[in-house]
């Protein structure tokens, strides 16, 4: 034991001796766990040889918030336009498609032809939203009685491209900006339009929030889109994306009816916090917190010169009504030069999928329609205003015609409607037996029995919004077989004879119904529909199915007044009329027309308790009863008015 002792005492000895040793001993050792940890304030994966440089700035506003804004430019870029596109979606996230080293590769499909045409690309977070300051509000208002905040989308657009063309910020631009999104960044490429910059040379609004109230992601006439209730949570719950709340369930079929009201479903799930929603059921009615802020009556108020496409899918399941809306209006206010519009077979953001346009749902398309639209049209409209690029020769439409899978340039549109157009409405008859027809036949009444215990479905069951929203169950329900709910007792249905001729239908039909209900509230939901013939051998899917052309849901308590809504006079024969989403059609010989009349698209609508309620959002589950519903017919009955025009509309066709 001695032996090991001293044997130790030298060993440490020689060691402290070491120079070495000691050497090593004093090294300083830098500490692992350093301030800020390891991820950095900003991090961009750079792949040697990169084609372009990704620049994140702050650009500041009128009222001193700085808009996180991402700006993509092309390596040797000199005197490049600017394509702009103001997101609250995260603009980190929409700008990047990939990591890599190709500019066409790194960015958005929706990109890709203006990056191969050595466009600067800006992606912008919204104010309040993802890396911008601010506050974020949902569907900001315009300045003014609804916002006094003095700045809105407007402004906020204004400013950024102000920033943009300025030389010292953007050496490599030309000075011309051009705007573009779709949905919520429609919205806002929309609202540019009002007080545009001398920079914004063109845009394009693509299925833009126009009108939350009348038939944008909201309500549709009154009737409340309750399955979007999980987007307001999503939205403004958080600065980023908040998570969305469970439905519990895998049918929201069983679980929204379960709940009772819209607003009992929400409730419970803690919605009381959100602002946005508390705005929503505290205005259920058109009133000045819906009609203050819808764009397209701002923009025929003040009317831009901004060469325009308004970008309308036929089947938009999210936001169908804003982009055709806005361009009439702004035609009916002057402005027929300077605005297009552009009428679609796709579903809502179709265009924004690669490889996605030659079919929607089980309709397939002689050619690919995205690519078509971005190539053929959006491009050289841009490269006109942007780059003195020779001329697009956009006309005033360019609209799909569904019936005979083509696209047609017309020198108008519509081809048909109530007045002011090449031809008037015709009116076809809700006849007896089923029966539809283009003269009136004697008078009579047609009973179904609406129970909001047994909603008719607006989507073949199961169906889960959580489960759906990114599948092709929820994007292309507007073109699914309606046979789910022909034969239910609580949907009418009426069709026409076996169609001997084409009939070609170009404009917005307008469902015009006169009923009568034992309840004192209710809905109506009206459908034109194609039905193909029954035997199809080389697509037997496609045999007898029921394709609805033109389909919406209107509140019956607002058949008078969208802004006072009242009772609903139980037994009283009353009108309901309302304008159907727009279509350019052709019914084919063998075909029939078919219309379906029923009082429910549930979960997709909340149900009417059909009880006249003040507020339905409040509604009780004593409130929800049945009613018996009588379609009247005959030559002052029941009717919907389709815009039939000539197959032949070469005389309306552009060069």
Known sequence: MEMIKKSLAALTLVLTLSPLVGAHAQRTVTPVVQPGGDIPK??????????????????????????????????????????????????????TRSTSARMVNALPFENEQFVRNGYIIVWQDTRGKF????????????????NKT???????????????????????????????GSSYEGYTTAMALLNPHPALRAAAPESPIIDGWMGDDWFHYGAFRQLMLGFIAMQSGEKGFASAPSHGGGDDYDVFRE??????????RGFDQLPAFKR????????????????????????SNVPTLWVQPIWDQEDGYGAIHSFEALRAAGKTGNNHLILGPWFHSQVNRAAGGRSVGPLNWDGDTV?????????????????????????????????????????????????????????????????????????????????????????QRPFSMQRSVYTPEWPTWLVSDQRHVDGRPDVMTYRSE?????????????????????????????????????????????????????LDIFRGRYRDSFSDPSPIPAGKAQRYKFRLPTVNHVFQPGHRIMIQVQSSLFPLY????????????????ADYKAATITLERGANGSRVWLPVVPVDQSAAAAQ
Not at 383 to 392: A, I, Q
Request: glycine share 8%.
């Open 131 to 146: 890396g911008s300051e601010g506050d974020y509000t949902m569907i900001m208002p315009v300045a003014g009685p609804l």
């Open 280 to 303: 929503v059921v505290a205005n259920p009615e058109y009133n000045e917190t819906w009609s203050g802020q819808a764009v397209d009556k701002l923009l025929a108020a003040n009317p």
């Open 498 to 550: 076996v169609l001997t001729a084409p009939v070609r239908v170009s404009g917005a039909p307008i469902a015009d119904i006169i009923a009568r209900t034992t309840g004192t509230d209710g809905d109506f939901v009206v459908k034109v529909i194609d039905v193909f013939p029954q035997e199809n051998a080389n697509n037997p899917n496609m045999g007898g199915y029921q394709l609805a052309i033109a």
């Open 371 to 459: 690519e078509h639209y971005w190539k053929r049209m959006v491009l050289p409209f841009f490269n006109e205003h942007l780059k003195d690029g020779p001329p697009s020769n956009m006309p005033v439409a360019t609209v799909y015609n569904t019936g005979e899978d083509r696209w047609e340039r017309l020198t108008t549109w519509p081809l048909a409607c109530e007045k002011g157009c090449p031809s008037p409405l015709t009116p076809l008859y809700l006849a007896a037996d089923g029966g539809l027809s283009f003269k009136a036949g004697g008078t009579g009444g047609d009973n179904y029995v609406s129970d909001p215990a047994k909603p008719v479905p607006f989507l």
């Open 606 to 621: 909340d149900r009417n308790p059909q009880t006249y309620v003040p507020n339905i959002f409040n509604a009780k589950k």
């Open 42 to 95: 900003s991090y961009s994966p750079e792949s040697e040889g990169t084609d372009y440089e990704r620049r994140v700035v702050m650009v500041p506003m009128r009222d001193g918030v700085k808009l996180q804004t991402i700006i993509i430019v092309p390596k040797g870029a000199k005197n490049a336009p600017i394509l702009m596109d103001r997101t609250p979606y995260n603009a980190t996230a929409r700008s």
């Open 150 to 180: 003095g700045v809105d989308h407007s402004t906020d657009a204004y400013d950024t491209i102000d920033w943009l063309v300025n030389k010292a910020n953007l050496p490599e631009s030309n000075g011309r900006v051009g705007m573009i």
């Open 259 to 268: 709940a009772g009201s819209a607003g009992d479903w929400a409730r419970a």
